[in-house]
């Protein structure tokens, strides 16, 4: 158990005296149920425009655990304390980089901001100059080609992207890799969506707004290709065939990856197969830890069924490699080689007709995706093993 000390930083060129600001520290669980470590109104800034250090409660939380940040800035004047943001800046960071000083950034605008004109104006009759000023704000960081700012199909609208991330926080919606193949990303950010939906809120957020994200020592930062990708993102003119929020946050995984291919747009089928060493890593960076694997390149037999069973029922994260003419949907029946991942969502078992049933993530939904009336033998031999992690908190 340990009381820690936590602090930020503001960007802001007017006198420190004269800003206030209020400090939310928190995480949520899976049911989105809220923990503060700091919640604090009106607080001063301090010269160097840090925040003061606020004390947490006696607790035993890990430094890697995430925490999102809000804070609200407020200018004093003789007469009035007035809010002088629209809304809480919000980012997030591990305990860690809390107490050790270093959650904030050195680019101004991923940090909560304050700026006032240092000019004196004079009227133009009294000797004034008219100055002309042009406002720029920086490029929106994701924009298809096809579907420019301002096309009413653009996949990256900013209200179309805030329902989306609204349905994902509230667990309307799942990861849906659709037409791309993205299932690793999928399975991933599925599981970072069950476990800390705030935190995949967040992720998607900063993704958005600033072209990147980190998530615990995972850091997502695609490159041009991707955030400005070619190719139809529609069936038939109007059925999506990756939605963007999907586009932003999948794509920008996998593309974070890959140094030599890019994935620049939606018919990008190599760039975005992922390995079981590449997932390993993704979960571990964002605060998951490994805790059984069997998964490899040849079947797992009954065995490992039974392995990924045990684990399932005791509450771990089990994903899972497969061949994808095990799922419904799938037209192939005979090809046995690994292709996709999927999600666990509980055991599986055999019916009395001892056909296979497996509740599972693929696609968007968690159901039994099994192909109806198939047996052991014909799940076996499309069964690759899997992963196996702890759960965040």
């Known amino acids: 158990m340990t009381i820690y000390q936590l602090s930020t930083r503001i960007k802001s060129n007017a006198p420190p005296d004269s800003l206030v600001y209020d400090l939310s520290i928190y995480r949520m669980d899976s049911d989105r149920n809220k923990y503060s470590l700091i919640d604090v109104k009106q607080q001063p800034i301090q010269g160097n425009y840090e925040t003061l250090k606020h004390p947490t409660d006696n607790i035993s939380e890990s430094l890697s655990t995430i925490y999102i940040m809000e804070v609200t800035l407020y200018r004093k004047t003789m007469l009035h304390t007035l809010c002088v943001t629209a809304s809480p800046f919000t980012r997030m960071y591990t305990l860690e980089e809390f107490v050790s000083g270093k959650a904030w950034s050195i680019v101004k605008r991923e940090n909560p901001c304050y700026f006032v004109s240092t000019g004196t104006s004079k009227l133009e009759s009294e000797g004034g100059k008219v100055v002309k000023v042009n ?109 963007g929020l999907d586009w932003m946050t999948l794509a920008s995984l996998r593309d974070s990856e890959n140094s030599i291919l890019d994935f620049d747009t939606l018919d990008s089928p190599v760039a975005g197969i992922t390995l079981w060493q590449t997932l390993t890593e993704w979960f571990e960076k964002a605060g998951y830890i490994k805790v059984f694997s069997n998964v490899g390149a040849t079947q797992a037999g009954i065995q490992g069924m039974q392995d990924l069973n045990n684990y399932v029922q005791k509450g771990y994260k089990v994903v899972s490699l497969i061949n994808d003419s095990l799922l419904e949907g799938s037209s192939s029946e005979r090809a046995t080689y690994p292709t996709h991942w999927i999600v666990w969502g509980g055991p599986a078992v055999q019916g009395i007709d001892r056909a296979v049933h497996l509740n599972l993530f693929s696609w968007g939904q968690m159901q039994d995706q ?13 069964f690759f093993g899997g992963l196996v992690f702890k759960p965040i908190k």
């Not at 993704?207 to 980190?214: D, V």
Request: charged letters at 25%; hydrophobic letters at 35%.
């Open 135 to 243: 406002i720029s704000r920086p490029e929106r960081p994701f924009i298809a080609e096809q579907y420019p700012i301002g096309d009413p199909q653009d996949p990256f609208e900013k209200n179309i992207i805030e329902e989306q991330i609204k349905n994902r926080f509230n667990q309307a919606t799942f990861p849906d890799q659709n037409a791309s193949s993205l299932c690793g990303p999928a399975a991933f950010f599925y599981c970072l969506q069950m476990d800390r939906p705030d935190v995949y809120a967040q992720a998607a957020k900063e993704i958005w707004q600033f072209g990147k994200t980190k998530i615990g020592a995972l850091e997502i930062a695609p490159g041009d290709g991707c955030r400005h990708p070619e190719g139809s993102f529609f069936r038939n003119g109007t059925r999506p065939k990756i939605l």
């Open 370 to 382: 099994i192909k109806p009336g198939k047996d052991l033998s014909f799940f076996i031999n499309r």
